[in-house]
């Protein structure tokens, strides 16, 4: 069973900078999408950014224009570059991967496999 580690999370102060990373422990698995999720205290969890194998992208609303997802298909690694970062941004982030990736499973929370999760913490 292969395993999502995610690395990268902290405490930063609002309008700063954080680079989330993600490996699966089998570098060998060639996922068809690649993404992020992300749960705040007391709120559902909610779609951050997904990356397909040829590169389409899909991002949440309120981080659109501020985050951006990258990955290397060589490494199985997904990468998630957060800018301007705001106190609504806290919460435990979640890794995941998906070897289906249609957009119906994007959008309604189904993968394959979730990493732990790592914490984000932005101060005001």
């Known amino acids: 069973q292969v395993q999502l580690v995610e690395s990268g999370g902290g405490l930063v102060q609002a309008g700063g900078s954080l680079r989330l990373s993600c490996a699966a422990s089998?570098?060998?698995?060639?996922?068809?999408?690649m993404g992020w999720y992300r749960q705040a205290p007391g709120k559902q969890r909610e779609l951050v950014a997904v990356i397909r194998g040829g590169g389409i992208t899909y991002y949440g609303v309120s981080v659109k224009g501020r985050f951006t997802i990258s990955r290397d298909n060589a490494k199985s690694t997904v990468f998630l570059q957060m800018n301007s970062l705001k106190p609504e941004d806290t919460g435990v982030y979640y890794c995941n991967a998906d070897n289906n990736g249609s957009v119906y499973r994007i959008f309604s929370g189904i993968y394959d496999f979730w990493g732990q999760g790592t914490q984000v913490t932005v101060s005001s």
């Open positions: 089998d570098s060998s698995f060639n996922f068809n999408t």
